[in-house]
């Protein structure tokens, strides 16, 4: 087996998504969104959720039984009564890694070192394969930052293969990820990379209890770091995975198919995720579902702007109940009456019913009816500040309309943002996707907080590239470096001739091979020796060809002999 066949192979553990996952239980696939469908093993059924079918028709009984009136009534609004702005202030505001400590602070990175290197050791101890595997050392933090910025750096290097940005061919070479970190040692710590100890994890366990701790930290971050405005959107974001997991979801109307569903609540003027929870098929109802996202930003009159998944009339009220207003879409069988649903309208007309807070309308936009809910707006028509095509007459439409189309873009901004630079790589474990995943997020949350503090100062391209070269340098090896001769490291040797080994005879000349280890006498294996099939090692390298060759006959034979 080759070494790139074997990366990976050996780093599987019992609890991971290769072998139970599919034996899961339909009781605990259900979900919580009539939309999605969970993937089998063999096959692809649509998840029957408590809230779906059944509770739709007793929402919609409930909400033609209700008092639904045609008389209007202006809605005064309570006023807000959160604080919003940045509540954790950086040490120097104008610092891009002070701000992405606010976030992904030392105590995570920490964290994922321990968790790595205890990883290792289990997989050893477990699977006895210490011969076969490269000598180990343990991850420090110093690596595990350069870790993280170089991933962050692939984001905006774009290559295929990973092991490009390490190739030494001079057409696609990338000559900083070698002099950062050479690929053996990034392969090691990815293939290592974990986020929890696997002993503390039982068979009953909760599904995403191999990335809990990543999760909670960075949830409990995003909400304490930056408090939003007033409007809020909830929307939903897919992470993509194709791979055998229980908690896969598939939703053929999206654009990614196939991946984990995350419920994020942002912020709808930037986009910052507020708060976010990952689907994990266990068989909540909406209610609970939608309560369980907007608990740090109840009790405080909070707008939330929603699609026609998430609202109901059933749900409406309960949100008012917990000082929360919503506006957004609502599908007929979740409490529209019944002369809604069966009105007939032409270009521009409109219809309402209301009961107290809760307003009901429909709109026809030229094409077909729109359905709304609002506990935020009466039924009033402004002109959008658009005009008709045919009679150039200003369009008007109902407020709720205007306003949920310019604060329902907040998910949709944040997912924008996240997908020009991802950091997603291709792995073999849904864990560290679910990692990078929240990674990101946490850059863009940062991106916010010092655009809130200094200003559209600089792209978010820029900032990540401050973001990951701040991690690739290590500061504590430059201070041990100080009084020791510098030297320029040695390249990675390529595995092709150079096209000029014939000719520049005054060029070629051996020079030390000069590693950044604390090996005092680096060697490495004579390229003619190695054609000759004898194991050979030496500590010279040509300076012009970079290949590795003994002094006197070797040295005379590779630049003077056509096959040497």
């Known amino acids: 087996m080759n070494e790139k066949d074997s990366i990976g192979e050996f780093y599987l553990d019992d609890l991971s998504d290769c072998l139970h996952c599919s034996s899961a239980s339909g009781t605990d696939d259900e979900s919580d969104s009539s939309n999605v469908m969970i993937r089998k093993r063999r096959s692809v059924l649509p998840l029957i959720y408590s809230d779906s079918e059944d509770d739709d028709i007793n929402n919609n009984v409930e909400g033609s039984s209700g008092t639904w009136s045609t008389n209007d009534k202006t809605i005064i609004l309570e006023p807000f009564e959160g604080s919003p702005g940045v509540k954790i202030m950086p040490s120097s505001p104008e610092s891009v890694m002070d701000i992405v400590n606010l976030f992904i602070g030392s105590d995570l990175i920490e964290h994922l070192v321990r968790e790595s290197n205890r990883y290792h050791y289990q997989v050893i101890e477990k699977y006895r394969i210490i011969s076969k595997t490269k000598k180990w050392t343990d991850i420090t933090v110093s690596e595990m930052k350069k870790f993280l910025g170089l991933i962050v750096l692939m984001g905006q290097v774009k290559k295929d293969v990973l092991y ?13 990820f070698s002099k950062v970190m050479s690929r053996n040692r990034f392969l ?50 897919i992470i993509p995975w194709r791979g055998r997991l229980s908690i896969k979801t598939y939703n053929p109307a999206k654009i990614t198919k196939y991946g984990i569903l995350v419920r994020v609540l942002s912020e709808a003027r930037t986009g910052y995720v507020s708060n ?17 996202v907007i608990e740090p930003y109840k009790n405080i009159w909070h707008h939330i702007y929603e699609d026609n998944y998430y609202n109901s009339v059933n749900m409406a009220k309960i949100l008012l109940k917990n ?43 030229g094409k077909r009816n729109v359905n709304m809910i609002s506990t935020i707006h009466s039924a009033q028509m402004v002109e959008s500040g658009s005009r008709s095509r045919t009679s150039d007459c200003p369009i008007q439409k109902p407020i709720s309309i205007i306003d949920y189309n310019k604060y329902m873009k907040g998910v949709d901004r944040a997912d924008q943002y996240l997908s020009y630079y991802s950091i997603f790589r291709k792995t073999k474990k849904w864990t560290k996707r679910v990692v990078m995943f929240f990674i990101n997020c946490a850059l863009f949350n940062s991106f916010k907080v010092y655009t809130a503090l200094n200003g559209k100062k600089i792209t978010y391209k820029n900032f990540l590239h401050k973001a990951a070269l701040s991690w690739t340098e290590d500061c504590e090896a430059k201070e041990q470096d100080k009084d020791l001769p510098t030297s320029e490291s040695t390249r990675i040797t390529s595995r092709c001739d150079h096209p000029g080994r014939l000719a520049n005879f005054g060029k070629h000349k051996l020079v030390n091979i000069v590693t950044s280890g604390r090996c005092k006498k680096p060697l490495r ?3 003619v020796c190695s054609i000759k099939k004898r194991r050979s090692r030496t500590g010279f390298i040509c300076k012009f060809c970079n290949v590795p060759l003994h002094k006197g006959d070797c040295f005379e034979r590779y630049h003077t002999l056509k096959k040497y």
């Not at 490009?164 to 900083?176: G, K, L």
């Not at 098929?281 to 309560?291: Q, S």
């Not at 599908?331 to 009456?337: A, D, Q, S, W, Y």
């Open 164 to 176: 490009d940005y390490w190739s030494t061919d001079r057409t696609i070479e990338t000559p900083f």
């Open 188 to 237: 090691q710590i990815m293939q290592s990379w974990h986020f929890c100890n696997n002993d503390n994890i039982s068979s009953n366990s909760h599904r995403l209890a191999k990335v809990q701790p990543v999760v909670d930290y960075l949830k409990q971050k995003f909400n304490d770091v930056y408090k939003p405005d007033q409007q809020l959107s909830l929307d939903e974001c």
């Open 276 to 292: 976010f929870c990952v689907y994990a098929a266990e068989g909540k109802k909406l209610e609970e579902t939608v309560l369980s």
């Open 323 to 365: 000082k929360v207003r919503v506006c957004g879409t609502i599908r007929k069988n979740r409490g529209l009456p019944q002369p809604l649903q069966t009105t007939k309208l032409s270009r521009g007309q409109h219809e309402f019913r209301r009961d107290d807070h809760i307003l009901l309308q429909v709109w026809n936009n």
């Open 525 to 527: 294996q004579c390229r």
